[in-house]
């Protein structure tokens, strides 16, 4: 009985396989947000790994920094119309910046691109549009960490707001973003 009990407290404290690929998978030369704020960096390239549910941020080819996100209702497969709650997947480039909206500041992603709207015109459906990066909705009440827990946004990426203003800090228009299945 007692080494059951030394082999539950063992297991207990040892930390879980997603814990541990969660450390494997950190880069090591992440920057703080402090850090990125006080060495004024620019990022260069964005990438979004829907699979994991992360946003990084380049320079030079080395992540400087990583995002948890949120996605679309219907988080696997490429935008293909207009609501199906699907985040598209492909490259793009970031737009304007909206200040106002339902949304806690947002940047505009050029979906659709030219190979979409060839897609979308050949099956007779219509590609939709309006992707962005934004914070939570205006007035959530939930927390941060809550919200970012599942899928709920109707195909943008959703950051928490502290991180929109980080990367609005950063991107500039124009920023290429590519979005990953």
Sequence with gaps: MKRWILLLAFVASTPSLAQLTLIIDAP???LTADQVAADNVSVDKVSVDKSKRRLYLFKDGEVIREFRIALGKQPIGH???EGDQRTPEGNYSLGHVMENSQFYRSIHIDYPNLNDMAVANSLSLNPGGDIKIHGQKNGEARSSAFVQSFDWTDGCIALTNEEMD???RLVKQGTPIEILP
Excluded: C, I, M, Q
Aim: negative net charge; charged residues 55%; hydrophobic residues 35%.
């Design 79 to 81: 935008k293909r119309e």
């Design 28 to 30: 090591a030369n992440e």
């Design 166 to 168: 980080e990367l609005l």
